[in-house]
């Protein structure tokens, strides 16, 4: 999901920050956060989590309850220990960076010390790993053509970076499809991927939410311009900030909803899903308080709670689950067998295992409330089947679903957004969409002048996010 938000997860913080110089002389601010940082590290070297979540402070504990601290600790904070030679990195606006040493290069931030110096920021982050591989990562691609070049260079210098683990990627050029695999499907396994290998697919899935709101609107269940009230029960409608809410403005991200749902942390138990357990009632709680502080319509603001709402008022409307939604009006009709929002076992075994940050095996995220924001999972087969569909559709009401859903809905630059697709700032004619969970990444790319895409899927979360349009560029 770009990506669903992940920063209520120690390792899965996205986090953006000009940081100065650490000052030469450290202030008193300076040397309590570097004591607290060490009292942290020694704990947990010790195996000692409650004593670490002693040192929480009470905003800290709020977005992460002691259970969800637990489950944090155990599946992804021990399996990285120990750490040793804990040295600053950075200071600014009581926030140090820290650099330790461990089963991978890590940085920590530690601060926001509260009156009784105790923390209310901590947050472990992978250093980037830029170094090679020393040997040739696998691919069953042949090298024969200029297109299998082109995708070999820009996909190999990926891959062949450590901490990337596989790669499967589909194009169709010139009205064919091609696929390329590279990597693993499982680190240490020598199993290549391939063109029916399942990923996650995270806030891809926003385009086929989009999608079945264009074919209601088609069906005349509800317009654009409906307001989400009219489908939202009684005692959550009656709320005036949610009013001049439309579908549209779910869709194209400018309803003003959250990002990510501000009682999300409270649900979480499982370090690894932390969307398992945030079920409709808790959405709806949400909504119920929820404050508007802008203008619907007016500004950009990227919702993965306002694309899972879109999937919650389907249901109510249709009275059916979005996973029979999708199949019904999607992948039935355009025989997409590999694409679904979770996975019977029995019948699928090609999947891909997800790494995240610290190469650490993470499953597919499980989604309630929100699914119809990062739910469904796929390969790059279907998913080449569905760039087809958004350049020529069999079916005539899927076509015209297609249609609406390219239009452009709000345009100020850099943010050029139609329902679900984005365009590229300075390429309106090629539409695009990331997405990210816990263990993958997501790229789709479609240059509706020139009937070209690309389809980039990964089992790790290090980089990639701009294959996708690396590769149409080249091809271009």
Request: glycine share 6%; aromatic share 10%; with cysteine.
């Amino acid at each position: 999901m770009p990506t669903i938000n992940r920063r209520h997860l120690i390792i899965h913080i996205s986090f953006l920050l000009t940081l100065g110089l650490a000052s030469c002389k450290p202030t008193g601010s300076e040397q309590k956060t570097t004591a607290i940082a060490k009292l942290t590290i020694r704990y947990m070297n010790e195996n000692k989590p409650d004593s670490v979540y002693l040192l929480f402070g009470e905003t800290l504990r709020k977005q992460i309850p002691v259970v969800r601290w637990a489950s944090i600790y155990k599946k992804q904070i021990s399996g990285l220990l120990p750490l040793k030679n804990l040295s600053l990195v950075s200071w600014k606006d009581s926030i140090g960076i820290y650099k330790v040493t461990g089963k991978i290069p890590l940085q920590i931030m530690f601060g926001n010390l509260d009156k009784d110096g105790k923390m209310n920021t901590f947050a472990a982050l992978s250093s980037t790993e830029t170094a090679k591989k020393t040997h040739k990562v696998a691919t069953d691609n042949k090298l024969i053509n200029h297109l299998d070049s082109t995708v070999d260079k820009v996909v190999s210098t990926y891959i062949q970076t450590k901490g990337n683990v596989g790669v499967s990627t589909g194009v169709l050029y010139k009205g064919k499809s091609y696929f390329y695999n590279y990597g693993e499907r499982k680190m240490d396994t020598k199993s290549l991927p391939d063109n029916h290998t399942l990923y996650d697919i995270g806030s891809i899935t926003k385009t086929f939410t989009s999608t079945l709101l264009a074919l209601a609107v088609h069906q005349q269940k509800l317009t654009l311009e409906t307001s989400i009230t009219k489908f939202l029960p009684d005692s959550v409608a009656e709320n005036p900030a949610l009013q001049k809410i439309t579908f549209k403005e779910l869709a194209n991200h400018t309803s003003g909803l959250p990002r990510d749902a501000d009682n999300l942390g409270a649900t979480v138990i499982d370090a690894n899903q932390p969307y398992g357990n945030y079920k409709v009632k808790d959405l709806f709680s949400l909504l119920k308080h929820f404050k508007q502080t802008t203008v619907p319509g007016v500004k950009y603001g990227y919702s993965n709670l306002g694309v899972g709402l879109i999937g919650v008022l389907f249901e109510r409307i249709y009275d059916k689950s979005y996973q029979e939604l999708l199949r019904q009006y999607i992948t039935l009709p355009l025989k997409m067998n590999e694409t679904m929002c979770s996975i019977d076992s029995t019948k699928f075994s090609n999947l891909a295992q997800g790494y995240n940050s610290f190469s650490q095996p993470v499953p597919f995220y499980h989604l309630q409330a929100v699914e119809a924001a990062g739910a469904i999972k796929s390969s790059t087969f279907d998913l080449i089947t569905y760039a087809k569909a958004q350049l020529f559709s069999s079916s005539p009401t899927l076509d015209t679903a297609i249609k609406l859903i390219h239009q452009v809905t709000f345009d100020k630059k850099p943010d050029i957004v139609g329902l679900g697709w984005y365009y590229l700032p300075d390429n309106k004619n090629v539409m695009t969409h990331t997405g990210g969970t816990g263990g993958y990444l997501s790229s789709i790319c479609i240059d509706l002048s020139r009937q070209i895409a690309v389809v980039i899927l990964t089992n790790n979360t290090n980089t990639g996010h701009s294959l996708g349009n690396n590769l149409i560029t080249a091809i271009h």
